[in-house]
């Protein structure tokens, strides 16, 4: 009978002790499906990773993901409920930079850390970044950044540009005017096209940027719409002794739907996931294969570091406890398949890079040659100018 | 722009519009005859789609085609045959809510059958490459296309105006209770349309493969151009439609074309919006035909008991004791309710005592968020003072929109207070200035002491039973009795004084003020405000939470939104499909209860 009680008391102690570190996690899986379903299995990848390990600090990492509807209303909804009826300790997610932007606004209103995986807009880590708010993946800025010295060198004069019609597209497109004009004097743009998002008349834009006669274009167009232009493009010849950049072009998520179609030679930001053989890029992706049989997208990545950020941000901080957990995130130095990245305490973007190099075919689909690896570290602004941003 | 430049954009408009014309056909003859607002046109299109590329990977493209509109054809008649067919004695728009659940259903079937990506279909054997045209490369395709809109047009016409069934149609659409009554089987009539418009939505979908992929976002996108298109063409009207299409596509080409591309996002609408105004019934279309038989004529609304009213109190009371008992999520999830209740009475202030249905209602619970917002963060005004104000931006919108919707009657008036709320929505998605672009105001919170969210949840309760009370008020004043007798008989209503005009146009401004008022207590709870706050999906929840409480009744909105905020947040978290899940309720309730759930529970107690 006391063997019974002192074991009893034994795992009560225990569980107290043990209580798991509990991450809320909200993105649009209904809106954004085919980048959102890879990034749930890079989730729970690290998840199965760090609890196999031991979990953190001796705490189990628990994972309770709900759907935000894909707008900033019931986000906000969904990540109260995930404060107050799953006691989540930190949030995590979200893709639209809209829904992004609710989310940061309420984490830093209920004074809880939210990290930002998937939303590239500048303005979460700048003009609205606050003290609880982090973000993992390469801004619209830093990709934009990375394609600028490519472009330079193709020594193109004249420029025609094809956006989405939102902000993604509109700082990408003010971000590439102002960078190429600094790194090229001199050069002209001669046409823009801002059709709306997902909803591109692509005969009729590939007209108008044909009629400009460019001699480059620079892109930011992806999925539905990159599907389309590219279509039209090729068909109506526009590509033909025309230079493209693509922003996102070599991202699995948007490359692969290409098929026979990719166009070769254009410059993109993307995710080579096949060549990189790199120690800690083969070890994720042998396990990632193994573990659901498919191949990894940018969205495997971005989920599987996002998990391990937290542990890592709660295994140096010694706690879930929301302060220390952003005292430890700012500065924090850790692995990823990408390689090394460094949680930057003037913005609290991370240093995540992305590839960039020339999409071809190969085998009847699109793969990116003549890659490198672009650090996000080295695609930034003056810290002076941050700090303007963020108003400090 | 050259003239071979415009020569090709124009051409460019031409396969434009052909595409278009071939949903919107369909919609059209669909409502022409069943008078069905048919939500889930878009949904067949999308099938047919979907179909036509999984098809063509087995039998090849030219095959796939017909066989995808056969198949969607079919979908169509069964969904007239198990579901419209029950419920085409039900009041009118409630028909829109059984399609709104199939459009639900259909999104998730697609979802789960061809998976998440968006596929493009092959290229059309025989039709792969480009023809040179003015010098410059023209997609073979887009040729094909541009010949084969009129060539659908003119074999509708033919079947419509030389056959004894296309005669039918048309007198159908004329007056369907004499062709009921001349001896014509017009469930077979109606069947057959239906069969007819889904195929041609499902011949629309798999013809554009080639050209646009396939993509589970597509439905509501096409659902919007078609109905756009067929009411500037005119309510069932087949040439009204086509001429629509080609006005349309030729303006989106040429907006395009002339670099002016940011207009895109509405210029259909604006088109729109000024063919309503010039035209109320469209370019080719004529007055609707009175309706007859018991859908035109409402129950005169009762004002509530001394019993109802104690029901509503205590329920006031019990709502008020709720944060003794719990300071959580209960409280977040109930001020969402009480939020959407407020929003839902006032759509159904117009819609029902108003007989004035709006496909645009979130316009003006956009538009007092985006001014308490603005009030608060541009202008620096303390909370409480932008709290009250916002509603005025509402107000103000809804004098303007108003007075141009109220000269209409019907759909039109519908789809022109859609216009203006698409118009509303893009200047809003646009205007980075004032309203932060497509990302929207950030750091909307209310003042320390309404922070917590109990504060905020009475605030909410009080302001928004208030507000409540005060519409329901006016329903049974003589604002209200004049405004039910302008909407039961214009023309009597005129005769003895009253103002028809001006009272629809004051129930108007009514509705958006308060709506506002619900978007602004909206922006405080979320701390933020983007442009989906006035986007078409936010206008058709209104709609749904009205439809599912039921419109003629009083309190019905307020127990609609309730439900269906409420199956929203729990469904969505309990199951992988919960669009189809929510669908699947909506269809059950609207079967089980085609008067609404408040009016089902009204008639078990009258009887």
């Known amino acids: 009978m006391r063997t019974v009680f002192l074991v009893a008391a034994l795992m009560v102690s225990n569980s107290v002790l043990a209580q798991p570190i509990r991450i809320g996690e909200l993105n649009s899986y209904k809106v954004f499906p085919a980048f959102l379903e890879p990034y749930k299995k890079g989730m729970e990848l690290a998840l199965e990773e760090i609890n196999a390990a031991g979990g953190v600090n001796g705490r189990k990492l628990e994972l309770v993901s709900r759907d935000d509807g894909g707008t900033p209303g019931d986000a906000v909804r969904v990540a109260e409920e995930l404060l107050s009826r799953e006691k989540a300790d930190v949030l995590m997610g979200t893709f639209a930079s809209n829904v992004g932007l609710a989310v940061a606004n309420l984490a830093n209103q209920r004074k809880v850390l939210f990290l930002a995986s998937e939303p590239l807009t500048d303005k979460i880590v700048w003009e609205n970044g606050n003290r609880y708010t982090f973000r993992l993946r390469p801004s619209t800025y830093m990709q934009t950044a990375m394609l600028v010295p490519q472009a330079a060198k193709l020594g193109k004069k004249r420029w025609a540009i094809v956006y989405p019609n939102y902000e993604y597209g509109q700082s990408a497109a003010a971000s590439f005017k102002k960078l190429l004009s600094q790194a090229q004097p001199g050069i002209e743009f001669v046409a823009e096209q801002a059709p709306a998002l997902g909803k591109i008349d692509a005969g009729a834009v590939v007209q108008a940027l044909a009629d400009a006669k460019p001699d480059a274009i620079f892109s930011a167009l992806f999925a539905a719409d990159l599907q389309k232009f590219v279509r039209e493009g090729n068909t109506r010849g526009l590509f033909k002794n025309v230079a493209v950049v693509n922003l996102l072009g070599g991202e699995p998520e948007y490359l692969d739907p290409l098929k026979d179609e990719t166009p070769e030679g254009w410059w993109v930001t993307g995710y080579p996931w096949s060549e990189i053989d790199t120690p800690e890029h083969k070890r994720f992706r042998d396990a990632y294969q193994k573990r659901w049989n498919d191949y990894p997208r940018v969205g495997s990545v971005v989920g599987y570091t996002s998990v391990y950020a937290i542990a890592n941000a709660a295994k140096k901080a010694g706690s879930a406890d929301t302060e220390k957990l952003v005292e430890a995130l700012k500065g924090l130095q850790m692995q990823s398949p990408f390689g090394p990245i460094t949680w930057r305490p003037i913005d609290h973007q991370s240093t995540m890079g992305a590839y960039v190099g020339q999409l071809a075919k190969k085998g009847g689909r699109g793969v990116m040659v003549n890659w490198h690896y672009a650090d996000g570290a080295k695609f930034q602004p003056s810290d002076r100018e941050i700090r303007a941003l963020r108003k400090e | ?607």
């Open chain 2, 1 to 607: 722009m050259s003239g071979s430049a415009v020569l090709l954009q124009f051409l460019n408009g031409l396969s434009g519009a052909s595409a278009l014309f071939l949903v919107a056909a369909g919609l059209s003859l669909i409502f022409g005859v069943t008078r069905i607002v048919n939500f889930a046109h878009g949904s067949l299109y999308m099938l047919g789609m979907y179909l036509a590329v999984w098809l063509s990977a087995r039998i090849g493209f030219w095959a796939s085609v017909p066989l995808a509109a056969a198949l969607v054809a079919a979908g169509g008649a069964a969904v007239e045959m198990l579901l419209l067919r029950r419920i085409y004695k039900a009041p009118e728009l409630f028909q829109l809510l059984a399609t709104f659940a199939v459009v639900l259903l259909v999104k998730d079937l697609a979802l789960w059958a061809w998976g998440p990506e968006d596929t493009l279909g092959p290229r059309a054997p025989g039709f792969a490459g480009a023809v040179e045209i003015a010098g410059r490369a023209f997609p073979q395709y887009d040729l094909l296309l541009i010949g084969l809109g009129p060539l659908v047009f003119l074999l509708l016409y033919l079947l419509l105006t030389k056959t004894r069934w296309g005669i039918l149609v048309r007198a159908a659409t004329q007056d369907r209770e004499m062709v009921g009554a001349l001896g014509v089987n017009q469930k077979l009539l109606f069947t057959a349309v239906f069969m007819l418009g889904a195929g041609l939505a499902g011949l629309g979908g798999a013809l554009v493969i080639p050209r646009e992929p396939a993509s589970l976002e597509i439905d509501l996108a096409v659902v919007s151009d078609a109905f756009v298109v067929v009411v500037v063409g005119g309510l069932g009207s087949i040439p009204g439609a086509f001429l629509a299409a080609l006005l349309i596509g030729e303006i989106k080409a040429f907006c395009i074309g002339l670099g002016y591309s940011k207009i895109t996002l509405a210029v259909e609408f604006i088109v729109m919006a000024v063919v309503l105004v010039l035209r109320p019934w469209g370019l080719l279309g004529r007055p609707q035909a009175a309706m007859r038989g018991p859908a035109a004529l409402e129950a005169p609304l009762d004002p509530p008991s001394g019993r109802a009213v104690a029901a509503l109190l205590a329920l006031f009371a019990g709502l008020a004791a709720i944060p003794a008992f719990t300071t959580g999520y209960t409280l977040v999830l109930l001020t969402d309710v009480l939020v959407f209740a407020l929003f839902a009475a006032s759509l159904h202030f117009m819609m029902g005592p108003g007989g004035m249905a709006s496909f645009g209602h979130a316009a003006y619970f956009g538009l007092g968020a985006y001014g308490a917002g603005v009030l608060l963060l541009r202008l620096a005004a303390p909370m409480e003072l932008a709290l009250a104000l916002a509603p005025l931006f509402a107000l103000a919108g809804a004098l303007v929109f108003g007075w141009f919707c109220v000269r209409l009657s019907g759909v039109y008036l519908a789809m022109l207070t859609l216009a203006f709320a698409q118009i509303a929505w893009s200047i809003a998605f646009q205007w980075d200035a004032v309203t932060g672009g497509s990302n929207g105001l950030i750091g909307v919170w209310p003042a320390a002491w309404l922070a917590s969210k109990t504060a905020f949840y009475y605030a909410a309760l009080l302001v928004c039973a208030a507000a409540l009370a005060l519409l329901w008020r006016l329903v049974f004043s003589p604002f209200g009795y004049a405004l039910r007798a302008s909407r039961d008989s214009a023309l009597r209503a005129e005769a003895i004084g009253i103002p028809v005009r001006a009272v629809q146009w004051a129930a108007f401004c009514v509705a958006g003020l308060f709506a506002g008022l619900a978007g602004a207590l909206f922006a405080f709870s979320k701390g933020s405000i983007s442009p989906e706050t006035l986007s078409v999906p936010r206008s058709v929840e209104g709609l749904v939470m009205v439809l599912l409480g039921g419109v003629q009744t009083l309190t019905g909105p307020v127990w609609g939104a309730a439900l269906f905020t409420w199956l929203e947040d729990s469904v969505s978290r309990g199951f992988e499909y919960w669009r189809a899940a929510i669908g699947g309720v909506i269809l059950l309730l609207v079967l089980a209860f085609p008067r609404g759930v408040a009016g089902f529970v009204r008639e078990r107690i009258a009887r």
